[in-house]
Nanobody, 122 residues
């Protein structure tokens, strides 16, 4: 059974940083595209960052230069480093996995985690 478990969310002040982790089981992440999506209250879920199995990455315009997605294959884990956080980054962040490359341009894969909450507030 495929499971994705996120962690690392929390409350942070504007300008602060967090690192989210997604530990996958039942999936070899070297064979999948992986990504992070987020959903804020009253808004649709949106792609934040994605990484293809070959290493190509894609970021939302609002986070490019501030966020970095990476994978540690030996631990079957994907990370999202978030820097210079602002109030608009407040959302529930979800890990996502799928075959192919469509995921990294905003077409999500079949597998989702439960989400981890990120709240940016002064």
């Amino acid at each position: 059974q495929v499971q994705l478990v996120e962690s690392g969310g929390g409350l942070v002040q504007p300008g602060g940083s967090l690192r989210l982790s997604c530990v996958a089981s039942g999936v070899d992440i070297t064979q999948y595209a992986m990504g992070w999506y987020r959903q804020a209250p009253g808004k649709q879920r949106e792609l934040v960052a994605g990484i293809a199995s070959g290493g190509r990455t894609n970021y939302a315009d609002s986070v490019e230069g501030r966020f970095t997605i990476s994978r540690e294959n030996a631990k079957n884990t994907v990370y999202l480093e978030m820097n210079d956080l602002n109030n608009e980054d407040t959302a529930l962040y979800y890990c996502n996995a799928g075959l192919g490359v469509a995921l990294i341009i905003g077409y999500p894969g079949a597998y989702w985690g439960q989400g981890t909450q990120v709240t940016v507030s002064s």
